[in-house]
């Protein structure tokens, strides 16, 4: 693989809730077996915001983490993108608030991205092309994703919520990770599988159908990306997918391997099965442990195994290849090719969100249910008091007066 033009992620930061519902007090609670959640759909626990938390708050504090830890002056970021499915209003984007709240310099392109879990792939490599046109004349890009799943109580959808945001920043000399750009395949079918109505708080999705959506459209955005390639995976360190629940990436995974054999795989055929399970234990299954821990965040799903993998391989990964593949229901899709940049490692300090992670509240089942029905009324409610769901020291939504959301630090 050549790497021409040096453009890709020079920063990331993760920023969520800070509370949380452990899959085993949910499968109880619904009366499941827990190891359908844990062992059926490789999920642990899943992040869940309060009313105060919302797609902006997360957003912001991801981006003022990103850019305070790598060192970055908020004044060369001259495109600010947010990718997000969880929009505050149909018409004033996200990023606009972003904006305003990180203090960055009103020369600066801003707007939101929608297109379900996709939104924050096609605000990177809208980026990069902003990047590589010239026209960011050695400025950088902030693309922020974040997002609360949500798929009401008691559906199939439940255990594969989460929340949380991720933001990167695309530069042309990045210390993370260098994007080809001849590399990028692309993929899009209108497919109903997954879809929020304007009148629904909560994602409607046609789950089973949903996965094979897009697992055809992984096969599609990997042939635009590198045509017919039976030897690709030897040459790949990692394989990162868009993560709606682990599973989903061994799923993934095992579609990849089949088009590289141009046969179907199943667990009769022993030793092929054995080296579908030996290349993901090695190139997908140790860089998901935040998602198993944090849950489906959308748009930034794929990211946050980015930050996995950086956080424990970036220094012995350097100079490797590896791929990455977001998936947005509806539906879009992009492939990729990605090398670790030498210094990766430099910044393990910097993008470990474990600490914070360590730090958040396990709810009761009962508080869940009821941090739920409060999240529906939030947008209307006129005040809302951090304090009352145990928050302090951040970023907070505080209710909408006047038809005007208030955001404030507490
Ligand atoms: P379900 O029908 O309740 O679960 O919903 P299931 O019966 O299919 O079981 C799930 C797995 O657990 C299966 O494994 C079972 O065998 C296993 P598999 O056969 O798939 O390998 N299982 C057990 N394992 C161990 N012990 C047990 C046990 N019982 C069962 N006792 C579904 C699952 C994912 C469909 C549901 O959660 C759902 O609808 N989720 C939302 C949709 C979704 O996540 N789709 C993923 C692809 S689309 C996408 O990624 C885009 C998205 O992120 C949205 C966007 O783009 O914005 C969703």
Redesign the pocket.
């Known amino acids: 693989m050549t790497h021409s033009i040096s453009v890709g992620i020079d920063a990331l930061a993760f920023a969520g809730p800070a509370a949380y519902v452990d899959l085993s007090d949910l499968a109880k609670a619904r009366g499941v077996?827990p190891?359908?959640f844990t062992?059926?759909?490789g999920q642990h626990r899943m992040a869940i915001a309060s009313p105060c938390e919302d797609t902006v708050t997360m957003a912001v504090e991801s981006g003022a983490q990103a850019v305070r830890a790598f060192g970055i002056d908020p004044d060369e970021i001259g495109t600010l993108i947010v990718g997000t499915?969880t929009g505050v209003d149909h018409s004033k984007p996200v990023a606009v608030y972003v904006h305003d709240l990180l203090g960055l310099n009103e020369r600066c392109r801003t707007f939101e991205t929608k297109h379900?879990?996709?939104g924050a792939m096609a605000g990177l490599t809208a980026s990069m092309d902003w990047i590589a046109s010239g026209r960011a004349r050695g400025r950088k890009a902030l693309v922020i994703a974040s997002d609360i799943a949500s798929?009401g109580l008691g559906t199939?959808?439940e255990?594969?919520q989460g929340a949380g945001a991720v933001a990167m920043v695309v530069s042309e000399k990045p210390r993370l990770l260098r994007i080809q750009p001849r590399t990028i395949g692309d993929y899009t079918r209108q497919v109903m599988?997954?879809w929020r109505p304007l009148y629904s708080k909560y994602a409607l999705?046609d789950?089973?159908y949903?996965?094979q959506?897009?697992l055809d459209a992984l096969r599609g955005a990997r042939l635009d990306a590198v045509g017919e390639r039976h030897d690709l995976l030897a040459g790949l360190s990692a394989c990162l997918y868009?993560v709606?629940?682990v599973?989903?990436a061994f799923k993934a995974h095992q579609r990849e391997l089949e088009m590289e054999l141009g046969h179907a795989l199943n667990k009769a055929e022993a030793s092929t099965w054995q080296q579908l399970v030996e290349s993901y234990e090695r190139r997908c299954a140790p860089w998901l442990t935040l998602n198993a821990d944090i849950g489906?965040i959308?748009t930034g799903s794929l990211f946050l195994s980015l930050i996995d993998l950086l956080r424990q391989a970036g220094a012995d990964m350097a100079g490797e290849d590896i791929s990455l593949f977001s998936?947005?229901?509806g539906c879009g899709a992009t492939y990729c090719l990605g090398r670790i940049v030498e210094g990766a490692g430099d910044w393990r300090a910097a993008l470990d969100p474990g600490e914070e992670l360590a730090k958040r509240r396990r709810l009761g089942i009962a508080e869940y249910e009821s941090l739920v029905r409060a999240g529906e009324q939030a947008d209307r409610c006129e005040t809302l008091d951090p304090f009352d769901y145990g928050l302090a020291g951040g970023l907070y939504y505080t209710g909408t007066r006047n038809d005007r959301r208030h955001y404030e630090r507490g």
């Open positions: 077996d190891a359908k062992k059926g759909l499915e379900a879990c996709y798929y199939p959808g255990p594969t599988d997954f999705a789950g089973h949903s996965i959506c897009y868009h709606p629940f599973k989903m489906n959308y998936y947005g229901s």
